[in-house]
Structures are given as C-alpha cells and as structure tokens.
C-alpha cells in the first residue's frame, strides 16, 4: 500500500523554525515526482516545493525561497522541509505528496496522487 505519513508541525513564533517529515511506505521515494504543499483557510492548495524525476529539477515557490529547504533520506525513505524564519502568513495546513512521475508541469497538486495527512502550522506570537 502507498502511503505518506507526516510528523512536525505545529506552534512556532514569527521568525522561528519547523521541520516537517514525511515517511513514505509501500515505494521508493527516491524514485517518485515529491513536492510540498499548503493550504491556508479560504485558499487554493498551493505548491511550495516540488522536485521533478523528467530532469531531476527543483521549485520552490517564490514565498519561500531562500527560506524553506527540501532534504530527503534515501535510507529511511523519507523526506522533510525545513522552514526558517517563519511570518504569520506561512500559516497553512502543509501536506507532503508523491506521483510515479511528473507531468511536466511546475508544481501542481492535481499531478500528485498521494498525499500525506496533513500538518498545521501555525506562526503566531
């Protein structure tokens, strides 16, 4: 059975740090189009970090660059997103999701068919 089960999360203040896992069962990580998404109350589920098996590239969304950062570890079968220096407006509900391949589109949710649980973070004082 694929499956993506998240960990981290939760209660952070602005300027603070998170780091989210996601520990995949029933494939190889490694081997699948993974990205990173969020979805704040009354909003669209948006991309933030998605990784792409055509050319091995990397998106971050421009909200995050320089701030959030993708790792993986190929052992555990797992991977994460580091989030730094965290404002208010970073707080979503922030899920992890895989696909067997990309699309070829930049980061979508509709091109991913798994998907972690999900995570609240909140970045308040």
């Known amino acids: 059975q694929v499956r993506l089960v998240q960990s981290g999360g939760g209660l952070v203040q602005p300027g603070g740090s998170l780091t989210l896992s996601c520990a995949a069962s029933?494939?190889?990580?490694?081997?699948?189009?993974v990205g990173w998404f969020r979805q704040a109350p009354g909003k669209e589920r948006e991309g933030v970090f998605c990784f792409s098996t055509n050319d091995r590239s990397t998106y971050y969304a421009d909200s995050v660059k320089g701030r959030f950062t993708f790792s993986r570890d190929t052992e555990k079968n797992m991977m994460y997103l580091r989030m730094n220096n965290l404002p208010p407006a970073d707080t979503a509900v922030y899920y992890c999701?895989?696909?067997?391949?990309?699309?070829?589109?930049?980061?979508?949710?509709?091109?991913?068919?798994?998907w972690g649980q999900g995570t609240q973070v909140i970045v308040s004082s």
């Open positions: 029933g494939f190889t990580l490694d081997r699948y189009a």
């Open positions: 999701a895989a696909h067997p391949y990309s699309t070829g589109s930049v980061c979508y949710a509709v091109d991913f068919g798994t």
